[in-house]
């Protein structure tokens, strides 16, 4: 098993859908919240606003909000080292035909 970056997250990408944002394109509308992979959306978080990405949550260096971030820069952590990031998208749980949500 790989190192972990010194920010303690891993520096390898997961099996499921996945973005690098520094060398792949923004997610389609649907995506509105992403979260560096192996972090926890009340951790940290991006999620999208008009203009960019703000960061949200715990470990959020600031509390005032900051101005909206490009793409390029939500998967990269307090060391300076690119991740990569997953969907955290809320999405409806499905209710079964006829029936109430599970």
Not at 12 to 21: I, S
Not at 44 to 64: C, K, M, N, Q
């Amino acid at each position: 098993m790989a190192e972990p970056c010194r920010c303690h997250r891993p520096l390898t990408a997961p099996d499921g859908q996945h973005w690098w944002p520094h060398r792949d394109p923004e997610p389609g509308p649907e995506v509105r919240v992403v979260v560096l992979w192996g972090d926890e959306p009340a951790f940290l978080r991006s999620v999208r606003v008009e203009g960019g990405w703000h960061a949200h949550g715990f470990a959020t260096p600031r509390l005032d909000p900051t101005a909206p971030q490009p793409w390029t820069v939500t998967g990269r952590c307090w060391a300076g080292v690119q991740h990569p990031v997953v969907d955290a998208t809320p999405h409806p749980t499905p209710r079964p035909a006829g029936g109430e949500p599970r």
